[in-house]
């Protein structure tokens, strides 16, 4: 649900590309150029954010 701080296979710190990476990629620009700005090389850490899918927005609807 949440993009985890840390990377779960290698360690990496990656949470705080998560808005970023969001933000462009939104806006049409092509994810794998995204996380190679980021410096994230490993397919690990680019799994996390080419998989990930936020369910925070539909999840807070249901929520008293």
């Known amino acids: 649900m949440i993009i ?3 990377c779960m296979t290698c360690g990496k710190p ?3 590309y998560w808005e970023e990476f ?3 990629t939104a806006k049409g620009e ?3 150029k995204v996380l190679d700005d980021f ?3 490993r397919y690990c850490c ?3 954010f080419m998989t990930h899918v936020d369910l925070t927005e539909r999840i807070g609807k249901h929520q008293k």
């Open 22 to 24: 969001k933000a462009r």
């Open 46 to 48: 680019r799994s996390l």
């Open 30 to 32: 092509d994810p794998a």
């Open 4 to 6: 985890p701080v840390r």
């Open 39 to 41: 410096g994230l090389d």
């Open 14 to 16: 990656v949470g705080q």
